[in-house]
T-cell receptor, first 113, second 111 residues
Framework: DAGVIQSPRHEVTEMGQEVTLRCKPI?????LFWYRQTMMRGLELLIY????????DSGMPEDRFSAKMPNASFSTLKIQPSEPRDSAVYFC???????????FGQGTRLTVV | GIQVEQSPPDLILQEGANSTLRCNFS?????LQWFHQNPWGQLINLFY???GTKQNGRLSATTVATERYSLLYISSSQTTDSGVYFC?????????????FGKGTHLIIQP
């Protein structure tokens, strides 16, 4: 099993640009989660999907953030326009069902300059 | 939301020492996981342990759900055990799903 795959691993972009982060969950997993890790706030849940449907996006910080899951094997997290305070490591995780063991991807380190 | 408190926040030990990390949580949980974040930033699953005791090599964990705490034991520590250890929980009942993380225990194992 390849695990959760995220791309890119690193992204450096200029303020105001659009950023798209990608995630491929583990095959057969029905739940997908996006987290953000910063020094100030630690690891925090942004949004999660169950069976490709967004269930709770209350953790999304602003309307500049959006996430989609067009099919069971792909999800995107988009920031438009990006700001320096969006700099963080963004993790995607998946689990077989809600409330079961979650597995994390290697993360995308985003730097907005 | 549910609160997750980990202690100690920092721990420095010599190679070969044993350690106990604690996680307290404020509500009933369906899911409790321990992770190790290595120096490269990877979150590595250690245990999925909403209740009971599990062991994996030098590591073991115990969750007492009725008293709302979990313990992670590391025996005969090695320098490769260094990193940040996170406890994360998923509250039971309706409402929010997804893991709420503690702030972690930063462990340094010195040779």
């Amino acid at each position: 099993d390849a695990g959760v795959i995220q791309s890119p691993r690193h992204e450096v972009t200029e303020m105001g640009q659009e950023v798209t982060l990608r995630c491929k969950p583990i095959s057969g997993h029905n739940s997908l989660f996006w987290y953000r890790q910063t020094m100030m706030r630690g690891l925090e849940l942004l949004i999660y999907f169950n069976n490709n449907v967004p269930i709770d996006d209350s953790g999304m910080p602003e309307d500049r953030f959006s996430a989609k899951m067009p099919n069971a094997s792909f999800s995107t997290l988009k920031i438009q326009p990006s700001e320096p305070r969006d700099s963080a490591v963004y993790f995607c995780a998946s689990s077989r069902q809600l409330n079961t063991e979650a597995f994390f991807g290697q993360g995308t380190r985003l730097t907005v300059v | 939301g549910i609160q997750v408190e980990q202690s100690p926040p920092d721990l420095i030990l010599q190679e070969g020492a044993n350690s106990t990390l604690r996680c307290n949580f404020s509500d009933s949980v369906n899911n409790l996981q321990w992770f190790h974040q290595n120096p490269w930033g990877q979150l590595i699953n250690l245990f999925y342990i909403p209740s009971g005791t599990k062991q994996n090599g030098r590591l073991s964990a115990t969750t007492v759900a009725t008293e709302r705490y979990s313990l992670l034991y590391i025996s005969s520590s090695q320098t490769t055990d260094s990193g940040v250890y996170f406890c994360a929980v998923d509250r039971s009942g309706g409402g929010a799903d997804g893991l709420t993380f503690g702030k972690g225990t930063h462990l340094i194992i010195q040779p």
